[in-house]
């Protein structure tokens, strides 16, 4: 039987995504805001050197193109953990490309200079500026103070060869003349790089396809640049819960890189996630990077930088493949006595555990079925009988939530021995 007839797949109904390769500076790809952005989370520990080079390393594995590995202007604490992953991704060949984050101002820019001598391998400069009207109100700026601080910082940065991503800060709430005028001076100054943020995780998927088609239109083509020649970067925040989403608007759009962190873990609410992002863009062929090890990067997130991992957190919470629910498991465990991983992993999961190196697991609770029972005992190496059923059967039906795995082998053991 043909696999595909067994899922209508609403998702495909009337959806293209035309992406022609001639428009963009390469395909769609990713830039990791895990060590940097996402360690301005109130919640967040910064972890050690050691740890953070364990998780670019996940990154380099995933096949994650870009990774900002922190901010220098912090202090010299933070320019010694870049200096460090610098020479992990140097003596490694890393293909991962690395940035730093900078505000507008040389001093920030300096360190770079000297980094990307020491180490022979350019660090993307990804300097930010705050572009909004609110912004403007608040700090006294005036356009024409934008205008100046970018170009000072910016044509320092080009003088010294480091290339620079320039990034409007809450973009999303930004005048359009505004953004026009300073990415278009950037452009001038020799900038190829432009980041459109949500900072503030205002925007909706309406208006990310909105201000993309802004950028592309009034922005890039109107100051006379081929789309082919500007890469476009897309950073968006999870204030209304849409980070997911606007990624994947913005893909749809037509951005060339997608920013977020694991677990999305950042400032207030967090910023997009990185990981759903990846299983969706997988799901819908958009990409096709080996994300085996994508729920081994989401752990040692969890672990390192302590941000939560709820048990129903998509894809890689506990809860995720697992179901006690009597009718769900029987489903999942039929398709698993025909030997069918592909059909285990579909029947009752929009999300095929397989591809994401996990698998359904069975559960024993109130909700439970006898099916639930057998296959336990079974994949744990009991011989069923129809007391021993019964007996775990009426207990499971006492508890308060699914049984853990020990408590289910008590039960059992002490039925057994008795």
């Known amino acids: 039987m043909d696999e595909r007839s067994l899922i209508y797949d609403w998702n495909t109904v009337e959806y293209e995504l035309n992406r022609n390769p001639a428009n963009h500076p390469h395909g769609v790809w990713f830039d990791d805001e895990t060590l940097r952005d996402g360690l301005q989370s109130p919640s967040a520990r910064n972890p050690t050197i050691e740890e953070k080079i364990e998780l670019l390393t996940f990154m380099e594995n995933l096949g994650i193109q870009k990774v900002d590995l922190g901010l220098p202007g912090a202090g010299p604490y933070h320019l010694e953990h870049i200096d460090a992953m610098m020479n992990h991704i140097t003596e490694n060949d890393f293909k991962i490309r690395p940035g730093a984050a900078v505000r507008t101002l040389m001093n920030d820019i300096e360190p770079l200079v000297e980094l ?52 409007t800060e809450d973009t999303t709430r930004s005048k359009p003349e505004d953004i026009k005028i300073i990415y278009q001076r950037a452009m001038e100054l020799g900038v190829r790089r432009l980041c459109i943020c949500d900072t503030c995780g205002h925007v909706t998927p309406n208006g990310v396809k909105k201000l993309l088609q802004f950028i592309d239109e009034e922005v890039i083509k109107d100051a006379g640049y081929k789309r082919s020649e500007i890469e476009v970067n897309w950073h968006g925040h999870q204030d209304r819960g849409l980070g997911v989403a606007n990624n994947i608007a913005a893909v749809e759009a037509g951005a060339d890189v997608i920013h977020g962190t694991a677990l999305g873990v950042g400032e207030r609410a967090g910023n ?32 390192y930088i302590e941000v939560p991992l709820p048990r129903n957190y998509p ?24 030997g069918d991983n592909w059909l285990a992993d579909r029947v009752y999961s929009g999300v095929p555990a397989g591809d994401f190196g996990l698998k359904q697991v069975i559960r024993i609770g109130h909700m439970a079925g006898r099916s639930n029972i057998i296959w336990w005992l079974e994949q744990n190496g009991y011989e069923t009988s129809d007391d021993l059923v019964s007996h775990v059967f009426e207990v499971a039906k006492t508890q308060q939530r699914n049984m853990e795995d020990q408590e289910v082998k008590n039960v059992v053991d002490t039925f057994l021995n008795a």
Do not use: C
């Not at 350019?122 to 205008?147: C, H, N, V």
């Not at 096709?288 to 969890?302: C, E």
């Not at 493949?321 to 025909?338: D, L, P, Q």
């Open 272 to 303: 997009a996630p990185l990981d759903q992002t990846l299983v969706n863009l997988k799901l819908l062929g958009v990409i096709d990077n080996d994300l085996t090890q994508l729920d081994a990067y989401m752990k040692k997130a969890n672990e």
């Open 116 to 167: 990307q001598a020491k180490h022979g391998t350019p660090i993307q400069a990804s300097a930010f500026l705050g572009t909004s009207p609110i912004r403007q109100y608040t700090e006294g700026w005036t356009i024409e103070k934008l205008l100046s601080t970018m170009e000072k910082a910016v044509s320092f940065a080009v003088d010294n060869d480091v290339k620079v991503m320039f990034v």
């Open 315 to 338: 894809v890689f919470g506990m809860d995720a493949f697992e179901t006690g629910t009597g009718v769900h498991a029987s489903a999942v465990i039929k398709a698993m006595r025909k």
